[in-house]
């Protein structure tokens, strides 16, 4: 007789872990897979299966970290809509309101970094375009546009040790991809957002995000730092390779999640 938990068949749902292994662990496409099955309000199943350190044969478990990159995304928009619910600015406000630097801020039309030819706004950037990524805003790694190949030759991603107010300059004198609210492109507006956050609470971000969400919803394993004495849960970081292969990205050893750094990234830093 299959046990029966909240109305689910526990044999039926081991079949998730039948599978994962016969398709994507034993084949290699995969280095590890943790699953979790909820049902009103109560975990009645959960599995970790193959290894969360291939290099140093480390098991995943239902206690290892992983790096939630863009997930981050949601996290720093709900911080900035906590703000605006404390009436601390309006949604169509022009975002150079609150960074000066962006008053001037022109959409491009033709040339290379750093000789860019440019035309004005249409109008003015406002927060409510960040939070929609309808900014005018890029990321380096779109790799479709000479304004996104001077983010990655300034190296605007993260890793080139810029402080988030460094990127928040660094972009205010890179010509926009679109005028604002005009087109969508995903792009760096979350961090910019971030920065938002810090400077209408007066928190560091790490800091507004541990007191007003992480604390309240007992989230203690969310961080933009992994802390020395929990880097043995840290998973290693793969890339998926042609052929259904990984190769390691990110040794959680070396990792930069594993030192403290200036750039809280609201885009992708936890």
Known sequence: MSEVVAGLDLN?????AEHLEQHYLSPGKLPCAITLVARQ??????QAQGLMDVERGKPATAGTLFRIYSMTKPITSVALMQLYEQGRF???EPVHKYIPSWRNLAVYQSGVYPDFVTRPVQRPMTIR????HQAGLSYGF????NVDAAYRQLK???HSGLTLEGLVDELSRLPLEFSPGTAWNYSLATDVCGYLVQVLSGQPLDEYFAEHIFKPLAMQDTFFTVPADQLHRFAACYQH???????LQDDPQSSHFA????????????
């Open 259 to 270: 030192r403290r750094h200036g750039y809280l990234s609201g885009g992708g830093g936890l």
């Open 41 to 46: 309000g109560q975990v009645v199943w959960q």
């Open 142 to 145: 779109s790799c479709r546009t």
């Open 241 to 247: 390779q042609p052929g259904d292969g990984f190769s």
């Open 12 to 16: 039926r749902l081991g079949r998730i």
């Open 90 to 92: 309006l949604l169509d």
């Open 129 to 132: 375009d960040l939070l929609t």
């Open 156 to 158: 605007l991603d993260g």
